[in-house]
């Protein structure tokens, strides 16, 4: 039974730093690409970013390139994403999900697991 749990959101201020973290069971993590998506109240799921299943290769939205960078640790089955420069616009769930396979997508349908999510709130 696959199972992902994120961590690490909270409250920051604008212009601030926060990393969320998402470990992984139950799966062969290397197996696997991973993605962020966020939700923000009265909004549809959106992509944020994606990465490979050796951490090569990563992708970004464009409202988050620049401010945000996706890593992860097959030793420690855990993906992470670190936000910088925050904005409250930035303000959301941040979920992460696994794709069976790796092949590149922004579409949250196309994967195949998911977290919980973790609430990141931005103050201005």
């Known amino acids: 039974q696959v199972q992902m749990a994120e961590s690490g959101g909270g409250l920051v201020q604008a212009g601030g730093s926060l990393r969320v973290s998402c470990a992984a069971s139950g799966l062969t993590f290397s197996n696997y690409a991973m993605g962020w998506f966020r939700q923000a109240p009265g909004k549809e799921r959106e992509f944020v970013a994606f990465?490979?299943?050796?951490?090569?290769?990563?992708y970004y939205a464009d409202s988050v390139r620049g401010r945000f960078t996706a890593s992860r640790d097959n030793a420690k089955n855990t993906v992470y994403l670190q936000m910088s420069s925050l904005k409250p616009e930035d303000t959301a769930v941040y979920s992460c999900?696994?794709?069976?396979?790796?092949?590149?997508?922004?579409?949250?349908?196309?994967?195949?697991?998911w977290g919980q999510g973790t609430q990141v709130t931005v103050s201005s």
């Open positions: 990465i490979s299943r050796t951490g090569g290769y990563t």
């Open positions: 999900a696994a794709r069976n396979g790796g092949r590149f997508t922004t579409r949250y349908e196309e994967y195949d697991d």
